[in-house]
Nanobody, 120 residues
Framework: VQLQASGGGLVQAGGSLRLSCAAT????????MGWYRQAPGKQRELVAR???????NYADSVKGRFAISRENTKNTVHLQMNSLGPEDTAVYYC???????????????WGQGTQVTVSS
């Protein structure tokens, strides 16, 4: 199983970016999916998560600006980021709780990270 993230880049303050992350490989089921970020010198933090049923939760710092969604048929999660500010600059990692088959336990998988840089 692999998670492949895309969509990062450089954007000016006030701009928007859309991140996507696709899970590929031997997958029986996917539970929660989410996005985390890690800025230089800081710990990795939760940005947003979405359940398999579509329930969401967000970090207070991104509420009203970011929106997480998923396409279950494509094993993909998206993060629409609007009104970006320099404080959003970080490496963004996607995460998914995946069960490879009925013979395996569910475990967490992480994408490789995608850089988001917001210039002031």
């Amino acid at each position: 199983v692999q998670l492949q993230a895309s969509g990062g880049g450089l954007v000016q303050a006030g701009g928007s970016l859309r991140l996507s992350c696709a899970a590929t490989g031997s997958i029986y089921s996917i539970g929660d999916m989410g996005w985390y970020r890690q800025a230089p010198g800081k710990q990795r933090e939760l940005v947003a998560r979405i359940t398999s049923g579509g329930g969401t939760n967000y970090a207070d710092s991104v509420k009203g600006r970011f929106a997480i969604s998923r396409e279950n048929t494509k094993n993909t999660v998206h993060l629409q980021m609007n009104s970006l500010g320099p404080e959003d600059t970080a490496v963004y990692y996607c995460n998914a709780r995946i069960q490879m088959s009925v013979l395996f336990n569910t475990r967490d998988y992480w994408g490789q990270g995608t850089q988001v840089t917001v210039s002031s």
